[in-house]
């Protein structure tokens, strides 16, 4: 699995580690061993309100 990038309530927070603190019978391990070739950038969630108010809507896809 390939978690990077993520936040929880504000804070950057390593999703891998945080599984596996919780659930150490059960451990993923990091790096998917492949690279998305559809989606190559992921926006900030913290841009998320703006990003929705500026293309979200009636009229505004494109």
């Known amino acids: ?3 990077s990038g993520n936040y929880v309530n ?3 927070t390593d999703l891998i580690a945080v ?9 993923l391990a990091s790096g998917a061993g492949w690279t998305p070739e559809l ?4 926006d900030d969630p913290r841009a ?3 990003l929705v108010t500026r293309k979200a809507g ?3 896809v494109r």
């Open 1 to 3: 699995m390939t978690a």
């Open 10 to 12: 504000g804070t950057a």
């Open 19 to 27: 599984h596996n603190a919780q659930y150490p019978a059960e451990q």
């Open 39 to 42: 989606r190559t950038r992921v």
């Open 48 to 50: 998320l309100p703006a």
């Open 58 to 60: 009636a009229g505004k």
